[in-house]
């Protein structure tokens, strides 16, 4: 292994010589899912693109690299563009892939392969997701990847590892950058994951690996690593003649940014062609792979003296042909921008929101599959497919600023996007509230073709949500609680969450665009087996769908079902109690034994569920011994302050030193008996 940086880079992982785990994550199966516009679609198994023909060495001295992205919601995918875009500037010409569209052993083929070296160059920009799990779209490599490495365990510390006999992957070279947030517990789990697993495998690691902390600035430590580890590496390793480096140098830059899509619009309005899946863009597969599903019930769930919002929706499905679900899996739904937000931005532009349009490749650029369905109208276009209110990049500023035509306007951008500008950034973007709608609005000399426009603008992502109800009990209605994020903005106006508001305003009869996905949250086989269930606020909802499902075994089915025990909070029984009427009825019928509330803001100090969880330390660690599976669920804060009260509680009960308690609470969530899911 002729590894350029030796191992300095701190790992925790376990490898082992046995058998591979099954991975907890779960996978996406895109197969035979409805398009939302009407056909059904298979994801071939071939979308490979033909072998390109070699590259212009004279504009590409350091030959092709490819860069592949392992995305959740779409920073991981935005930053493999950025490099895309940023690599004729350094001598390069840039590949990006979908992880989800090759495969592990692939990565010897030929067509990856720069044609003048013969070597393969891949970077990973992967994200972490779950509790140190895979994004869905790197679920398969992660899983080949764990088999051919050996590594049992992903994110636990690293015993002495055996090495690897076979090294199938010798002769690539790569280089890795982890997104991750260190308010979870495995912290970039997944990109520390591939940077040690490709090295056990074989590969030669040229580039250190590189970690962003989404709760600090995630974009400054990409920036940085782009800058400072990433371009000068590849650059000292690849471009070995110095005066194709000196006349890369010394080229003029490009006046307006190049545009990745061409644009054809049409005079008839026509009807969005039904698109198969495998031409389909990877991260918005789910555009096309979505139904729209009929609510029937919504209301609030609490009082009117409460300024905030909670509300209960259910979701028909009956009708829907490829919607299932089991209790606590999770609903993605499709956001939808109000039609202020969509009419702002075709005004600031000067868009004609009837135009019909459809896009394709841009000449020499790479085509990455159609990105929503098309042809398509430009309203339906903003309005569905286009993030227009959540905070834009610093990267995304700078490239605004080449379509703005004040120099003012041109200056405020720049100086927002540099390093130098963070602080200001900070203030007049992220904690005003602004999206793009109002960038565009605030420089209004910004002028971009439609084309342009959408090759900058984010895709809006897909919201989850922890369904609330049980599918044995109401296996054709999905029932979901919805927070709905507000924030006051210094003008007086209130920033609305995209999904959480569109699904607070719709009535009964509406449709909502949503897909099924599966997650971790199970009950136990055996229903005698004692639950401990902790989910203050919203985060009740799976625990709601658990209780009808516990009191259907035990009352219809009359089954024997064990210690129920439920840890809820909020702000004031008589403010954001939800559900109280139930859970005393789930209180009545035996399938709800014992419900514990904190009631945060009744009294002068605060009290929280892990309170309340240390107070009954005792009977706690009694149903633990009694093989109790414990479940948490909702914020990340509190998820951790949870974590920190269960191994206090093994500690103190179970006599155990620290460490050890740690490994406790550790094991019992390898064996499922503690499963949390927890959201920023
Ligand atoms: C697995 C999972 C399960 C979940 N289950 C539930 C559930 O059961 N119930 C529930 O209510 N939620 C749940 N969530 C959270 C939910 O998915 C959404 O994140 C939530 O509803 C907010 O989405 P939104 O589109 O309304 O808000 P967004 O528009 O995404 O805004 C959310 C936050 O992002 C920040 N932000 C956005 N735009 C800007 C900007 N321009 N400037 C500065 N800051 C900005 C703000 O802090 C804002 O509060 C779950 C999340 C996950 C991952
Ligand atoms: N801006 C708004 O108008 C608004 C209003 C509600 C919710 N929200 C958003 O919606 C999200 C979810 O809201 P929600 O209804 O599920 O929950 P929530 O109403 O924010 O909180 C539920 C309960 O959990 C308590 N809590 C806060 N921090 C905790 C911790 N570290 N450990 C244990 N308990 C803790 C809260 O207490 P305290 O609040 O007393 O500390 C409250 O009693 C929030 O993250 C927030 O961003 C926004
Ligand atoms: C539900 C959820 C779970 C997450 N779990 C982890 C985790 O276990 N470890 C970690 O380092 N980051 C975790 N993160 C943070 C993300 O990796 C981070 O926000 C990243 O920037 C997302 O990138 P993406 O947009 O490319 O998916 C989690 C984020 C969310 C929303
Ligand atoms: C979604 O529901 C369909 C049934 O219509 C099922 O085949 C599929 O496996 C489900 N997907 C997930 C991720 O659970």
């Known amino acids: 292994m002729n590894d350029l940086f030796g191992s300095d880079v701190s790992l925790s992982l376990v490898v082992a010589t046995g058998i ?107 994200s972490t997701y779950g509790e140190g799990e895979p994004t869905d779209n790197t679920v398969d490599c992660v899983a080949k990847l764990r088999e051919m490495a050996n590594i049992e365990v992903i994110f636990e510390e690293k015993k002495d590892a055996e090495p690897v ?26 990109g520390k994951f591939f940077d040690y697993a490709m090295e056990r495998v074989g590969a030669s690691r040229v580039v250190e690996l590189g970690l962003g902390d989404d709760c600090q600035d995630l974009e400054g430590d990409f920036e940085t690593w782009k800058d400072t580890k990433f ?114 931005v075709a005004h600031s532009l000067g868009y004609d929101l009837n135009k019909i349009f459809s896009l394709k490749a841009a000449e020499g650029h790479e085509w990455h599959g159609e990105p929503f369905p098309m042809p398509i109208s430009v309203r339906e276009c903003l309005t569905r497919y286009c993030d227009l209110t959540s905070a834009p990049r610093r990267s995304d500023l700078k490239r605004l600023s080449a379509y703005a035509q004040d120099p003012v306007d041109k200056k405020a951008l720049l100086r927002m996007s540099s390093k130098d500008g963070k602080a200001e950034y900070r203030e007049k973007i992220t904690y005003a509230h602004f999206g793009l709608v109002d960038v565009l609005k605030m420089c209004p000399s910004i002028s971009a073709p439609l084309e342009h426009f959408l090759s900058f603008c984010p895709l809006l992502q897909t919201r989850f949500y922890t369904i609330s109800s049980s599918s044995v009990v109401h296996p054709k209605s999905i029932h979901l609680t919805v927070s709905v994020t507000e924030a006051a903005r210094k003008d007086g106006t209130v920033f609305k969450g995209v999904c959480s508001s569109h699904l607070a305003g719709l009535k009964p009869g509406d449709t909502v665009r949503v897909f099924n996905r599966s997650s971790t949250f199970r009950l136990p086989k055996d229903t005698s087996i004692p639950v401990i269930m902790v989910g203050p606020g919203t985060g009740i909802a799976p625990f709601r769908g658990m209780l009808q499902e516990r009191d259907h075994q035990k009352n219809v089915k009359k089954e024997n079902v064990g210690t129920g025990v439920l840890y809820f909070g909020c702000k004031k029984r008589n403010l954001d109690y939800l559900y109280e009427d139930e859970l005393a009825s789930f209180r009545k019928s035996g399938a709800l034994t014992t419900l514990h509330l904190a009631f945060s803001r009744e009294q002068s100090e605060k009290v929280y569920v892990q309170n309340l969880l240390s107070k009954n330390a005792k009977d706690t660690w009694a149903l633990i011994q009694q093989g109790a599976h414990i479940y ?7 998820g951790n302050d949870v974590n920190d009260a269960f191994k206090h509680i093994a500690s103190e009960e179970g006599n155990m030193a620290v460490e050890e308690a740690k490994e406790f609470i550790s094991k019992l969530a390898k064996e499922g008996r503690y499963v949390q899911e927890l959201w920023a």
């Open 165 to 190: 006999e076979e090294q199938k992957l010798a002769g690539i070279e790569y280089g890795v950058f982890g997104l991750g947030n260190r308010e979870y517990e495995h912290y970039n789990a997944i």
């Open 632 to 638: 948490v669920c909702g914020g990340v804060k509190m």
């Open 20 to 126: 591979v785990t099954v991975l907890l994550a779960s996978a996406l199966a895109f197969a035979t899912m409805k398009t939302g516009t009407g056909s059904s679609t298979k994801k071939s198994e071939e979308p490979k693109k033909e072998a390109p023909g070699p590259v212009d060495r004279e504009k590409f001295p350091g030959g092709e690299i490819t860069v592949l992205y392992g995305t959740q919601t779409g920073t991981a995918e935005s930053f493999a563009r950025l490099i895309e875009r940023e690599g004729a500037e350094h001598g390069f010409f840039v590949h990006v892939i979908d992880m989800e569209d090759i495969q592990v052993e692939e990565m010897l083929d030929d067509r990856y392969k720069d044609k003048e070296s013969g070597n393969a160059r891949f970077f990973f920009i992967t």
């Open 231 to 344: 371009w000068p590496t590849l650059k000292k390793l690849y471009i070995r003649d110095a005066a194709a480096l000196n006349r890369l140098e010394a080229a003029p830059h490009e006046e307006l940014p190049s545009c990745s899509y061409a644009i054809e619009v049409y005079s008839n309005p026509q009807d969005a062609v039904d698109t198969p899946l495998e031409k389909v863009h990877g991260s918005s597969r789910h555009y096309f792979s979505s139904e729209d599903c009929p609510i029937s019930t919504i209301r609030e769930l609490r009082s009117k003296d409460d300024p905030g919002s909670t509300v209960h929706i259910e979701i028909d499905v009956s009708k829907a042909g490829n919607i299932d679900y089991r209790t606590a899996d999770n609903l993605g739904v499709l956001p939808v921008n109000q039609p202020a937000v969509v009419e702002n």
